[in-house]
């Protein structure tokens, strides 16, 4: 298995709903990331986490809640979100942190 | 800390050849990636250079200068399927993560 899959594609959610975006991956990778990816833009790191501890959080507020419950699976946890947070949110993971990277397909997330 | 810099928008006949330039101002780092993107999808990873010199992979190359802090992709025989942004991104020393450069939108016309 040589990807990274991300659930689900597509998500629409109000601002006071909580919903948890998912990232899995079988390559034996040690690092998974977050980034959030603005139309026109390069993608933006959020979360690193390096042999599921998470070793970088780029002051991302407290409404977005990482977790790595095992070597393979990433998850984002998405609270009382503001409409600014729609975006292409993007999954990757490398075999160690500071490798190239792999990405997901993405799941686009319209808050209202 | 790392900028990038690439031209924000080029423009190619199918066909042709296309050089899409990154120079970069970092402390130091591993190697320079590439990575394509549609629009609506995923970034996929092109490249990855660590050494100097011309890395090839069928009709993409990617080039390396470190002395010159400068790298480019060479996109041979364009077709408008390679219509997509593309992403220059150091990996700096330190085990930190990728920094993206700002990306450059190719288009290719008929």
């Known amino acids: 298995d040589t990807e990274v899959t991300q659930t689900p594609k597509h998500l629409v959610m109000g601002m006071t709903n909580k919903k948890s975006l998912k990232c899995e991956q079988h390559?034996?990778?040690?690092?998974m990331y977050w980034y959030k990816q603005k139309a026109k833009k390069p993608p933006e790191l959020m979360f690193v986490?390096?042999?599921?501890?998470?070793?970088i959080n780029e002051s991302v507020p407290s409404r977005f809640s990482p977790e790595c419950p095992n070597s393979s699976l990433l998850n984002l946890h998405l609270h009382a979100l503001q409409p600014e947070d729609s975006a292409l949110y993007l999954c990757?993971?490398?075999?160690?942190?500071?490798?190239?990277?792999?990405f997901g397909p993405g799941t686009r997330l319209l808050v209202l | 800390g790392q900028s990038l810099e690439q031209p924000s928008e080029v423009t190619a006949v199918e066909g042709a050849i296309v050089q899409i330039n990154c120079t970069y101002q970092?402390?130091?780092?591993?190697?320079l990636s590439w990575y394509q993107q549609h629009d609506g999808g995923a970034p996929t990873f092109l490249s990855y250079?660590?050494?100097?010199g011309l890395e090839e992979t069928g009709r993409f190359s990617s080039f390396l200068s470190r002395s010159d802090s400068y790298g480019y992709l060479l996109l041979q025989e364009l077709q408008m399927k390679d219509s997509a942004s593309y992403f220059c991104?150091?990996?700096?020393?330190?085990?930190?993560?990728?920094?993206f450069g700002k990306g450059t939108r190719l288009s290719v016309i008929a």
């Open positions: 990757a993971s490398s075999p160690g942190r500071g490798e190239t990277q792999y």
């Open positions: 390559m034996g990778h040690r690092a």
């Open positions: 986490y390096s042999y599921e501890k998470l070793s």
């Open positions: 970092t402390s130091g780092f591993y190697g």
């Open positions: 250079n660590a050494l100097d």
């Open positions: 991104a150091v990996t700096p020393s330190g085990n930190t993560p990728l920094v």
